[in-house]
């Protein structure tokens, strides 16, 4: 067995840093201590695939690894941050280093990386920064305002559309024939109207979101909601403790949005919402057992579709990130993180 | 003929309060003895007036919980109706621990509202 040099076993044996190698087209071709412990992946599993495999399913779509590659090959080297993919699809914030290796002819050999995790450190530079700042209070000023225009529309528009209708009712039985016919129209129209209003409101400011506590705020919208369509729900938690209120609200809103679909396409018979403590964040799970996406294997259906873009942006905004996955028959996953670090203050 | 129901409504809302009233007025067999724009105002022409039912909007200044625990301590034999813009689990059990055991939904169809005030009456 032809013995290690120091440097190969100092690459090997780093944790705290992915360190691999590529070939020329971009497969991989070593695999370190740190990549198996940051990526999920062992050495067996990953060797000889596509570095793409790495990489978000839009960044995949947005040709970003090969992008990458030609950067690194006209310039040298490319450094880059951004979100990438563990073996179990959850993300990891990495800061990347892209080498061209080339021999002393020039002649390129592959591509060296340099990967390493900064999740947690960017959760919480990201809650102290001005940025983390404005986003409590965009976030805060925006439910704000939600919840003033519901309570506007149910306290005075709505009732004042019921008080119309009811007196359409009554009008009509005074009068006969097509008159009695068109004002039972009228009276169908306000009422449908109503009803769109009132759905209206409940989508501003749900039940259950002025709840002092995430889970118990979850558990009355599940309870209204989900219960009322005839699915049954289950909601597990390992939050070590409250996140800020602005995360709440985030996770809140995707949750709700979430729901929503499963309630409106999914067909499902029960859904699951697990939350979890994670890298200086909350980790969330809603899981429906209903029939899945239509196209097979697409991680990010159709764009636009599903309320997606909504809940994707907000858990971005947050800092985090969001995926939805589900196969034929299968069920649907939506799974998102995003930071939760207290900035210490009121 | 038997005597006619008698019925208080209590609405802050003026354009609710004036339809709910007609709307029961005309209907045989139910007349409106009395009509309160708040819940202080329901509780004393309630007492006055001992009215077979009462129709409460459950969000009208000094709340509608708050009018039929009144109510019903100053003229037991009242039933209460809850009318109610909101139907979130929090409003309805509110009311039910006031003791009401009607809970209706503005934009219910008035005969579904006249109903349920007969109901009331004979339950």
């Known amino acids: 067995m032809p013995e290690q040099s ?7 044996n780093v944790v705290d840093y992915a360190i691999f190698m590529l ?11 740190g990549a198996e412990r940051i990526k999920g992946w062992t050495a067996g599993e ?17 040709g970003k690894p090969a992008r990458e590659l030609e950067v690194a090959v006209a310039e040298g080297r490319l450094e880059d941050e951004g979100w990438r993919v ?4 959850t993300r ?14 020039g002649r390129l050999r592959g591509f060296g990386k340099v990967t390493r995790d900064l999740t947690e450190r960017r959760a919480v530079e990201r809650a102290l920064d001005e940025r983390g700042r404005l986003l409590a209070h965009l976030v805060h000023a925006q439910e704000m305002e939600r919840r003033r225009i519901a309570w506007d529309v149910h306290d005075d528009t709505i009732q004042s559309m019921v008080a119309v209708g009811m007196r359409l009712q009554l009008l009509a039985t005074r009068l006969t024939g097509e008159h009695q016919a068109a004002v039972t129209r009228l009276n169908d129209t306000v009422d449908a109207a109503v009803g769109r ?6 989508r501003l400011h749900p039940p259950g979101i002025d709840s002092t506590g995430l889970v118990e705020g979850l558990t009355r919208y599940l309870d209204q909601v989900v219960s009322g369509d005839g699915l049954t729900y289950e909601l597990t938690h390992d939050l070590a403790a409250e996140p800020p209120p602005e995360t709440s609200i985030t996770i809140f809103r995707i949750c709700q949005e979430a729901l929503t679909n499963v309630r409106k396409h999914a067909r499902a018979r029960a859904v699951t919402v697990r939350l979890a403590s994670a890298e200086q964040g909350v980790h969330v799970w809603v899981n429906d057992d209903g029939h899945g996406f239509e196209h097979a294997g697409e991680n990010d259906p159709e764009p636009g579709h599903f309320g997606l873009i909504e809940m994707r942006e907000r858990a971005e905004i947050a800092g985090g990130w969001c995926a939805v996955r589900g196969n034929p028959g299968e069920g649907a996953t939506v799974e998102f993180w995003v930071p939760a670090v207290s900035r210490g203050e009121p | 003929m038997s005597d006619p129901v008698t019925v208080l409504v209590a609405d802050d809302e003026p354009l609710i309060r004036e339809v709910l009233a007609e709307v029961l007025e005309a209907e045989p067999g139910l007349t409106v003895v009395a009509v309160a724009a708040d819940a202080g105002e329901a509780a004393e022409l309630a007492e006055l007036h001992r009215p077979a039912v009462a129709v409460l ?37 509110e009311m ?10 503005k934009g219910l169809p008035n005969t579904a509202i006249v109903a349920a005030v007969r109901r009331a009456a004979t339950g």
């Open chain 2, 96 to 105: 039910r621990q006031a003791g009401v055991t009607t809970y209706l939904l």
């Open chain 1, 197 to 202: 209003l009132r759905n209206l409101t409940f």
């Open chain 1, 92 to 105: 990891f914030w990495a800061n990347v280093i892209i080498t061209a290796l080339r021999d002393d002819q």
């Open chain 1, 86 to 89: 563990r073996k179990d699809g």
């Open chain 2, 57 to 93: 909007d459950v969000r009208m200044p000094g709340g509608g919980a708050w009018a039929a625990r009144e109510i019903r301590r100053r003229s037991p034999a009242t039933r209460v109706v809850a009318f109610s813009a909101y139907g979130d689990s929090a409003s309805v059990d």
């Open chain 1, 23 to 33: 070939d020329p087209r971009g497969h991989i071709v070593s695999w370190n201590a």
């Open chain 1, 46 to 62: 990953i060797v000889g695939r596509h570095f793409s495999a790495l990489y978000p399913p839009a960044d995949v779509a947005a």
């Open chain 1, 6 to 12: 120091d440097l190969e076993l100092l690459v090997q």
